[in-house]
Protein backbone atom coordinates (compact mmCIF):
# COMPACT_ATOMS: atom_id res chain seq x y z
CA UNK A 1 0.00 0.00 0.00
CA UNK A 2 1.65 3.12 -1.12
CA UNK A 3 1.77 6.04 1.28
CA UNK A 4 0.45 9.93 0.43
CA UNK A 5 2.70 12.39 1.43
CA UNK A 6 1.01 15.61 2.36
CA UNK A 7 2.22 19.21 2.11
CA UNK A 8 2.01 21.31 5.19
CA UNK A 9 2.99 25.00 4.91
CA UNK A 10 3.46 26.83 8.25
CA UNK A 11 3.52 30.64 8.19
CA UNK A 12 5.64 32.48 10.53
CA UNK A 13 5.43 35.94 11.72
CA UNK A 14 8.60 38.18 11.37
CA UNK A 15 8.27 41.36 13.79
CA UNK A 16 10.76 43.65 11.64
CA UNK A 17 7.96 45.74 10.37
CA UNK A 18 5.80 46.09 13.53
CA UNK A 19 9.28 46.89 15.39
CA UNK A 20 9.39 49.56 12.62
CA UNK A 21 6.08 51.23 12.78
CA UNK A 22 6.44 51.85 16.48
CA UNK A 23 10.24 53.57 15.90
CA UNK A 24 8.43 55.47 13.07
CA UNK A 25 5.30 56.87 15.56
CA UNK A 26 9.10 57.73 17.91
CA UNK A 27 10.94 59.09 15.07
CA UNK A 28 7.71 61.43 14.89
CA UNK A 29 7.52 62.79 17.94
CA UNK A 30 11.64 63.24 18.22
CA UNK A 31 11.09 65.25 14.73
CA UNK A 32 8.63 67.37 16.39
CA UNK A 33 10.40 68.17 19.66
CA UNK A 34 13.38 69.09 16.75
CA UNK A 35 11.29 71.53 15.04
CA UNK A 36 10.47 73.38 18.23
CA UNK A 37 13.70 73.61 19.99
CA UNK A 38 16.27 76.48 20.37
CA UNK A 39 19.23 74.22 21.00
CA UNK A 40 20.34 73.65 17.36
CA UNK A 41 23.27 76.07 17.67
CA UNK A 42 24.72 78.26 20.81
CA UNK A 43 27.63 80.30 22.37
CA UNK A 44 28.70 81.02 25.10
CA UNK A 45 28.16 84.56 24.86
CA UNK A 46 24.78 84.28 25.32
CA UNK A 47 22.94 83.25 22.04
CA UNK A 48 21.13 80.20 20.48
CA UNK A 49 18.99 79.30 17.57
CA UNK A 50 17.21 76.66 16.14
CA UNK A 51 15.38 76.82 12.96
CA UNK A 52 12.40 78.78 14.34
CA UNK A 53 13.35 80.70 16.84
CA UNK A 54 16.64 82.67 18.36
CA UNK A 55 17.26 83.66 21.83
CA UNK A 56 20.25 86.06 23.20
CA UNK A 57 21.01 88.60 26.30
CA UNK A 58 20.09 92.08 24.62
CA UNK A 59 21.17 92.10 20.66
CA UNK A 60 21.12 89.76 18.66
CA UNK A 61 24.74 90.73 17.37
CA UNK A 62 27.29 91.79 20.39
CA UNK A 63 29.74 94.61 20.21
CA UNK A 64 32.83 93.50 18.91
CA UNK A 65 36.23 94.11 21.24
CA UNK A 66 38.55 96.61 21.01
CA UNK A 67 41.34 95.19 18.78
CA UNK A 68 38.68 94.50 16.42
CA UNK A 69 39.54 96.97 12.44
CA UNK A 70 37.51 96.54 10.27
CA UNK A 71 38.35 96.43 6.61
CA UNK A 72 37.99 99.02 4.35
CA UNK A 73 34.17 99.39 3.68
CA UNK A 74 33.29 97.18 6.62
CA UNK A 75 30.86 98.87 9.28
CA UNK A 76 31.73 97.49 12.58
CA UNK A 77 27.86 96.78 14.07
CA UNK A 78 27.25 98.38 17.63
CA UNK A 79 25.05 97.17 20.25
CA UNK A 80 23.57 98.01 23.83
CA UNK A 81 25.13 96.17 26.56
CA UNK A 82 24.65 92.89 26.43
CA UNK A 83 21.99 91.95 29.37
CA UNK A 84 22.28 88.68 31.46
CA UNK A 85 18.60 87.65 30.89
CA UNK A 86 18.29 85.61 27.91
CA UNK A 87 14.51 85.83 25.56
CA UNK A 88 13.54 84.42 22.79
CA UNK A 89 11.93 85.64 19.73
CA UNK A 90 11.44 84.77 16.13
CA UNK A 91 14.01 84.08 14.15
CA UNK A 92 15.71 86.90 11.65
CA UNK A 93 14.28 85.95 7.88
CA UNK A 94 16.70 84.92 6.21
CA UNK A 95 16.71 82.65 2.79
CA UNK A 96 18.52 79.57 3.16
CA UNK A 97 16.66 80.00 6.77
CA UNK A 98 13.33 80.21 5.21
CA UNK A 99 14.46 76.85 2.66
CA UNK A 100 15.56 75.28 5.73
CA UNK A 101 12.23 75.60 7.60
CA UNK A 102 10.53 74.66 3.99
CA UNK A 103 12.29 71.51 3.82
CA UNK A 104 11.65 70.63 7.60
CA UNK A 105 7.90 70.72 7.13
CA UNK A 106 7.91 68.80 4.03
CA UNK A 107 10.33 66.24 5.73
CA UNK A 108 7.38 65.82 9.07
CA UNK A 109 4.88 65.71 6.56
CA UNK A 110 6.55 62.87 4.64
CA UNK A 111 7.24 61.16 8.14
CA UNK A 112 3.41 60.84 8.85
CA UNK A 113 2.10 60.40 5.54
CA UNK A 114 4.32 56.94 5.59
CA UNK A 115 2.81 56.77 9.07
CA UNK A 116 -0.81 57.26 7.93
CA UNK A 117 0.11 54.60 5.15
CA UNK A 118 1.43 52.08 6.83
CA UNK A 119 -1.56 52.25 9.60
CA UNK A 120 -3.97 51.62 6.71
CA UNK A 121 -2.04 48.50 5.33
CA UNK A 122 -2.34 46.15 9.04
CA UNK A 123 -6.34 46.68 7.58
CA UNK A 124 -6.12 45.76 4.24
CA UNK A 125 -5.71 42.00 2.02
CA UNK A 126 -1.76 41.37 1.68
CA UNK A 127 -1.45 42.50 -2.32
CA UNK A 128 -2.15 46.18 -1.11
CA UNK A 129 -1.39 46.19 2.40
CA UNK A 130 2.61 45.09 0.44
CA UNK A 131 2.12 48.27 -1.82
CA UNK A 132 0.93 51.17 1.03
CA UNK A 133 3.87 49.19 2.99
CA UNK A 134 6.17 49.95 0.43
CA UNK A 135 5.10 53.47 -0.60
CA UNK A 136 4.67 54.10 3.12
CA UNK A 137 8.81 53.11 2.95
CA UNK A 138 9.49 55.60 0.17
CA UNK A 139 7.96 58.49 1.74
CA UNK A 140 9.76 57.53 5.07
CA UNK A 141 13.26 57.52 3.11
CA UNK A 142 12.24 60.92 1.37
CA UNK A 143 11.83 61.96 4.06
CA UNK A 144 15.07 61.67 5.41
CA UNK A 145 16.66 62.88 2.36
CA UNK A 146 15.05 66.46 3.22
CA UNK A 147 15.85 66.66 6.72
CA UNK A 148 19.78 65.52 5.61
CA UNK A 149 19.56 68.62 3.39
CA UNK A 150 18.39 70.74 6.66
CA UNK A 151 21.19 69.47 8.88
CA UNK A 152 23.89 70.12 6.24
CA UNK A 153 22.66 73.33 5.20
CA UNK A 154 22.14 75.06 8.55
CA UNK A 155 25.54 74.78 10.08
CA UNK A 156 27.32 75.99 6.97
CA UNK A 157 25.17 78.91 6.32
CA UNK A 158 24.83 79.99 10.27
CA UNK A 159 28.56 80.37 9.93
CA UNK A 160 28.18 83.35 7.45
CA UNK A 161 25.22 85.19 9.56
CA UNK A 162 25.78 88.27 11.29
CA UNK A 163 25.23 87.07 14.64
CA UNK A 164 27.94 84.82 14.25
CA UNK A 165 30.27 87.70 14.02
CA UNK A 166 32.02 88.14 17.25
CA UNK A 167 30.64 85.87 19.32
CA UNK A 168 33.37 83.21 20.67
CA UNK A 169 32.83 79.25 21.52
CA UNK A 170 30.09 78.45 19.41
CA UNK A 171 28.70 74.41 19.88
CA UNK A 172 26.38 72.74 18.33
CA UNK A 173 23.50 71.29 20.58
CA UNK A 174 21.58 68.38 21.69
CA UNK A 175 18.49 69.73 19.69
CA UNK A 176 21.28 69.71 16.17
CA UNK A 177 22.13 66.11 17.68
CA UNK A 178 18.46 65.38 18.18
CA UNK A 179 17.94 66.01 14.41
CA UNK A 180 20.46 63.55 13.53
CA UNK A 181 19.14 60.72 15.67
CA UNK A 182 15.87 61.33 13.67
CA UNK A 183 17.58 60.73 10.20
CA UNK A 184 19.16 57.46 11.69
CA UNK A 185 15.22 56.36 12.78
CA UNK A 186 14.10 56.99 9.32
CA UNK A 187 16.30 55.34 7.34
CA UNK A 188 16.50 52.53 9.51
CA UNK A 189 12.56 52.40 9.14
CA UNK A 190 12.39 53.33 5.69
CA UNK A 191 14.97 50.24 5.37
CA UNK A 192 12.71 47.96 6.94
CA UNK A 193 9.35 48.54 5.02
CA UNK A 194 11.25 48.47 1.97
CA UNK A 195 12.70 45.24 2.38
CA UNK A 196 12.26 43.57 5.63
CA UNK A 197 10.12 40.26 4.95
CA UNK A 198 6.57 40.35 7.39
CA UNK A 199 6.39 36.11 6.92
CA UNK A 200 8.27 33.49 6.27
CA UNK A 201 6.98 30.06 5.18
CA UNK A 202 8.15 26.73 5.96
CA UNK A 203 7.10 23.75 3.91
CA UNK A 204 7.52 20.26 5.33
CA UNK A 205 5.75 17.15 4.01
CA UNK A 206 3.83 14.48 6.23
CA UNK A 207 3.58 10.83 5.13
CA UNK A 208 0.03 9.01 6.32
CA UNK A 209 0.78 5.60 7.42
Known amino acids: ME??????TTTIWKPYKAIAYILLWIGIILFIA?????Y????????????WRECYNGSNRVIPTANVIPAVGETIPTTPPQQKEVSCYKAVKESWLSA??????LSLLAMIVGAVLVTISWFTARP????????GG??????GVLLFAVLVTFPILILQADVYQFRKEWEFS???????????FQVVVGLL????????????????I
Do not use: M
Request: positive net charge; contains cysteine.
Open 128 to 135: IKRRLTTI
Open 100 to 105: CQVLSI
Open 3 to 8: QEANIV
Open 34 to 38: VNGNT
Open 40 to 51: WIHSESGYRQGL
Open 138 to 143: IAVILS
Open 174 to 184: WGYGLGWGVLL
Open 193 to 208: FLFAPATKEIYFSERD
